[in-house]
């Protein structure tokens, strides 16, 4: 059993690897435009494999995917039909079928997001609500990265400036979602967690330098 959580430990970090590698290439070449509409496809393989390297399912498990994925995407909805949260930005088409102007791909990403610094954060030794400033930490520093390669490839779009309160707003909602991570008995040992985000934080920073 140990073997075979090594092997696809394995198999899904190398795809990870690869796929964010040709994501680079890929958007820097002639191709750009086929390699930005597979985002939302990306968001769903990360998902996936984070969720089959899971070692135990149970019901707060469940609870947990579905209630981020659905709090997600719904402060999205809120944010971008009032501007009260994150300030007033539009999604653009590269993110796939929308509903209510916001791609449904978002709360996935959320999701991803949440679950991989959860994880992480859940390693030190510290209560909860340390835990989950730790990890809503983390996620800040994904955001200072993402922010320009969004805005430069048309996912999202702010009308001046990107505001403070989109950083703070971050900050927040992450460290509620993530109390509720921490909050709920389920196993949390998922060791593609780290390296899914470090590939994430290495695939942005080279779009950005790039």
């Keep these: 059993m140990i ?24 958007i820097h ?6 390699f930005l509409s597979l985002t939302p496809a990306n968001l769903v393989l990360s998902a996936s494999l984070l969720i089959c390297n899971q070692k135990e399912f149970n019901p ?28 007033w930005y539009t999604y653009g088409e590269r993110l796939g079928f929308k509903l209510w102007d916001v791609p449904l791909v978002m709360g996935l990403n959320w999701l991803v997001l949440i679950f991989a610094a959860g994880v992480i954060s859940n390693r030190i030794r510290f209560n909860k609500f340390v835990k989950s400033a730790v990890g809503a930490c983390l996620l800040i520093v994904l955001d200072f990265v993402l922010e320009p390669v969004a805005i430069k490839f048309g996912f999202w779009s702010w009308p001046g400036s990107i505001p403070l309160k989109n950083y ?3 900050y927040l909602i992450s460290y509620i979602l993530l109390l509720l991570f921490h909050s709920l008995q389920f196993n949390k040992e998922n060791k593609l967690a780290q390296p899914l ?6 695939f942005f920073v080279l779009l950005c330098v790039f």
């Design 3 to 26: 073997k075979k959580e090594k092997n696809i430990l394995f198999i899904s970090t190398l795809v990870l690897v690869i796929v964010h590698l040709a994501g680079v290439i890929g």
């Design 29 to 34: 070449s002639c191709y750009n435009d086929t």
């Design 60 to 87: 707060a498990f469940f609870i947990f995917l579905i209630s981020t994925f659905l709090i997600g995407f719904f402060i999205e909805v809120v944010g971008v039909h009032t501007g009260i949260i994150f300030g």
């Design 168 to 170: 703070v707003a971050w």
């Design 197 to 202: 985000y470090i590939i994430q934080l290495v």
